[in-house]
Structures are given as structure tokens and as C-alpha cells.
């Protein structure tokens, strides 16, 4: 995989992860860490599925806690995470 040198508004892969990770705790990010975070997920598949995939994932942890009222495990994330940078490696 190509990898673009860092410039101040576009993420690279790892930092686009991280801003998915702030929107669905529902954080507020800035003007350009939102565009640059809009650019990235239209170039680049891999932060996109995971984009996608965390949605889900955080859907299901949401039911799955107002249904039992317990702390969302983490590990699950953890799992695609470390899925997707397998991924991003290649
Ligand atoms: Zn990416």
C-alpha cells in the first residue's frame, strides 16, 4: 500500500482510524479533521470497511448493552482492528 506523506489535514490510515473511533463516541471533531477524514474514506477501502465494520460493530455492543446493562467488551473491536492492519499491511 501507498503510503502519502503526513500533512496537517489529511490522516494518514492510522490517524483516520482513530477519528472513525472519535465520531462513534460521538466527539466532536474539527472542520479539517472531519474533511480530511471524509477525503481519506473515499480513497482508501481499508478505513472505509473499517469505518463500516466499527459502526456495526458499535450497534451491536449498544443493544447488547441497553439488553444486559453491562460495560461493552472491547476485545472484539480490538480484533478487527488488528484485522485491518493486517490488512493495511500488504
Ligand atoms: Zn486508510
Request: aromatic content about 6%; proline content about 3%; charged content about 25%.
Amino acid at each position: 500500500m501507498r503510503q502519502h506523506k503526513h500533512n496537517t489535514w489529511l490522516p494518514c490510515c492510522k490517524e483516520a482510524t482513530l477519528l472513525v473511533e472519535k465520531k462513534l463516541q460521538q466527539q466532536s471533531l474539527p472542520l479539517l479533521q472531519r474533511i480530511g477524514l471524509r477525503l481519506h474514506l473515499l480513497y482508501c477501502i481499508y478505513c472505509r470497511r473499517y469505518a463500516k465494520q466499527s459502526q456495526t460493530i458499535d450497534k451491536h455492543l449498544g443493544e447488547f448493552v441497553t439488553q444486559t446493562d453491562i460495560l461493552p467488551d472491547e476485545s472484539l473491536k480490538l480484533q478487527w482492528e488488528m484485522m485491518i492492519a493486517e490488512k493495511m499491511k500488504k
